[in-house]
């Protein structure tokens, strides 16, 4: 394994990692399930103060939310597939800017 592959592959752990610890906290705090639910509400403070967490979280979102309805709605392979890829690849892109985003602090 090449060291850019090894550090890619870190990089999507990250990424869920993190998503999970930020699902997890809000849920600590407010006993809800963070859910994209939350921005239907309009524009509120609430929704805007939502978007952050969202935007962190998505892939353990999307991943919850597809295995819960893979289990209880029996949906197919390939639309599990393409949302564990969606929840993938958005998981490395926040992972990515999460490390620079520490390196640029380290630094």
């Known amino acids: 394994m090449s060291p850019q592959s090894l550090q890619m ?6 990424g869920f ?11 600590l705090f407010t006993s809800r399930l963070p859910s ?6 309009g524009p509120s403070p609430g929704a805007f103060a939502a978007v952050p967490l969202l935007i962190v979280a998505a892939p353990f979102i999307i ?7 893979r289990r209880h709605e029996r949906r197919r392979f390939q639309f599990v597939f393409l949302a564990t890829v969606i929840a993938g690849f958005w998981s490395l892109m926040s992972g990515l800017v999460l490390v620079r985003a520490v390196s640029l602090f380290i630094a």
């Open 17 to 27: 990692a993190v998503a999970g610890l930020c699902s997890s906290a809000y849920q």
């Open 9 to 14: 592959f870190l990089t999507l752990a990250i």
């Open 36 to 41: 994209f639910g939350q921005l239907t509400t």
């Open 63 to 69: 991943m919850r939310n597809t295995l819960m309805g």
